[in-house]
């Protein structure tokens, strides 16, 4: 390869393009009126780790990032102030057996180091485990049903 077709691939891998979404931090004070509220909401007897701004599909979105209970908990939300997507820290023994047998499944022989339901508007949808396997980080995803997905949400 040439020197101007390995920049080219480094600048292509590097800068993301105009389909990823650009996450900004914020300030509470720099929030639309109904997203604050939720914020204010949803962190209430948390601690408060981290706001941004991010724009996804064409999409302003607003993400509270916070611990509640010794758990992480992100908040996606719309500028309308609506939840659009949560994300939670989850405990292993506290998923019903098929799913912690599907989680064990998908993660083969790696380690499952952290697991996080997903919720998207009100609705359960999965269940992301961070897997490590000979050094490499992954993610799996298995339904509420312990089953894999067909796509990954």
Do not use: C, W
Not at 22 to 44: G, Y
């Amino acid at each position: 390869m040439n020197r101007s077709t390995i920049a080219a691939v480094l600048f292509a891998v590097v800068v993301p393009g105009p389909a990823a979404s650009q996450d900004k931090p914020v300030k509470q004070s720099d929030l639309p009126a109904a997203v604050a509220r939720t914020v204010t909401a949803e962190t209430k007897g948390a601690t408060l780790k981290r706001l941004s701004r991010e724009k996804e599909k064409g999409q302003i979105l607003y993400e509270a990032e916070f611990v509640m209970k010794g758990h992480s908990r992100d908040v996606l939300i719309d500028a309308t102030g609506a939840v659009v997507e949560v994300e939670e820290q989850v405990e292993m023994a506290s998923l019903a057996p098929a799913v912690q047998a599907g989680l064990t499944t998908a993660a083969g022989k790696g380690t499952i180091k952290r697991i996080e339901s997903l919720t998207k508007k009100g609705v359960l949808v999965a269940y992301e485990a961070q897997v490590t396997t000979g050094g490499k980080r992954s993610e799996v995803q298995v339904g509420p049903d312990g089953k894999r997905l067909a796509r990954t949400e």
